[in-house]
Every structure is written in C-alpha cells, then in structure tokens.
C-alpha cells in the first residue's frame, strides 16, 4: 500500500491524473476501471485538459465502469452513463466501442450481470482500477453485507448511501433503490487499485477502512489485501489516520504534491 498525502481535492485530482496518464502513456491500450460521484470529477477534468494539449491520447483505450443505477436509462441525467459522457467520453477521443457500463435498463439482473461479467473477462483483466469510497465504505456499490459478493450483481443500495446520492437529484426526481455493481473479485482482480479520498467526512471510513479488521461490513477493508494498492488522499480524510498514528499506515504515508 502506498498513501500520497496531499494538501486539498485540487491536488488530490491533479496526482491521481498523473498517476492515470502515467498508465496510458506506458501502455496505450489498457484497460482502465472507472468509478463516478463527486470524487474522480477533478481528475476526469485534468485528463481532458492534457489530452486537449496534445499530452493524453485515448484512441486505444478500454474502459469498464464500475456500476449503474438499475432502471434508469443512459441519457438520463442521473446515470453514469450520463456522467461519464459529460465528465470524460464526450471530451476526448476514446473510440465508444471501447466504453463499457451496466445497462441499467436490463431488466433481468441475471442477465446483465452475465453479461457485464463476460465482458470483464474478454477485456483480459483491469490495469488499474480507479474508486472512491462510500461514507459506509462502499466501493463500487458493494455495499456492507454479511459477504463479500465476489461478480457483478444488482445490490439494494443502504439508507445512507441513497441520501448521500440525493443530493445529485432534483426534489421531484425518484432516487434508484437498486444498481449493478461489479463484485469485489473483479475489482481485486485489477492490477493496479488507486483509491481516491477527499474531506473529512471520509476520514473515519478510511481509518477504518484501511486499519481495521477486513470484513464484508466495511468493504474497502478488503483492498489492504492487494498487492498495488495506491491511494491519494488529502490532509482533511487522513486527519483520522494522523491523530491515531496506526504504526502500519504512518510508514506509507508520503507527503506529495
Ligand atoms: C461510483 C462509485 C461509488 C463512489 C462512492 C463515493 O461509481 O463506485 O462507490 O465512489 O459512493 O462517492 P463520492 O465520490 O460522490 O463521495
């Protein structure tokens, strides 16, 4: 595990987008795991403005998403489809064929998460698979249960994570109950994890996140078992993390920029 230490969201999208471009460069073709919310917006920013410079090229990259409301269709403001159109595809050149996200529309959970699942396997494994983290300690929309739920699967999203979502809503909008998310194995599977954490309100889940015991009641935990594990996060998420000074985690803090 390695933890860049950084002052404030602005830098925290600036090193987590040097650290995506990075990956493009080395390997033009990779498969890059995306996740949405408020958090990879700066990062999604800084990417389109390198590639307008000429310094980001996408032509041959492959994206997988990590999840999508169920029953709401791509061009509806709400989706990630939407999202991710308006934050990233729509601004650079990656060839949509390469864009992969849960059809929310499929009905049949069985069948889009075989679906979703097959295509996780066809794109040959994840280069580097980018998340946020759920105030519960979501990711992805693996939200806490009794096990980890290993492919792609249709999950009741918690109380707190549909009010944490009501904010991107209109007042007379419905709010999804339920979305597809890939499975913790998928996610595991990438070759490279970069977890990014913003404000203080996440502070405790990535304490705990990060130096508690790994259990499917906070599913982050899990990612203290991979191998390329990279988080950028700034000063006010590891507040927690510096007031307690768990000796592990104190020695990959890196002070960044
Ligand atoms: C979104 C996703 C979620 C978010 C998480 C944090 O694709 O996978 O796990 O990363 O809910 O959301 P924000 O960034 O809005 O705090």
Sequence with gaps: MKIY???DY???SRKAANIISAQI???PNCVLGLATGSTPIGVYQQL???YQKGD???AEVKTINLDEYKGVAP???QSYHY???KNLFEKVNINPININIPNGLEEDSSVECARYNKIINNLGGIDMQLLGLGHNGHIGFNEPEGVFEIGTHCVALTQSTIEANSRLFEKDEIIPNYAYTMGIKSILQAKKIL????GEDKAEILMESLNGPVTPSVPASILQLHNDLTIVADEAALSVIKLRKPASIVMELEESC
């Design 5 to 7: 230490q950084v002052k």
């Design 10 to 12: 602005k830098e925290m």
């Design 25 to 27: 460069i080395i390997k």
């Design 48 to 50: 389109v403005e390198w």
């Design 56 to 58: 980001l090229d996408f």
């Design 75 to 77: 061009d509806n403001k």
């Design 83 to 85: 999202f991710m159109n």
């Design 195 to 198: 977890l990014l954490v913003s």
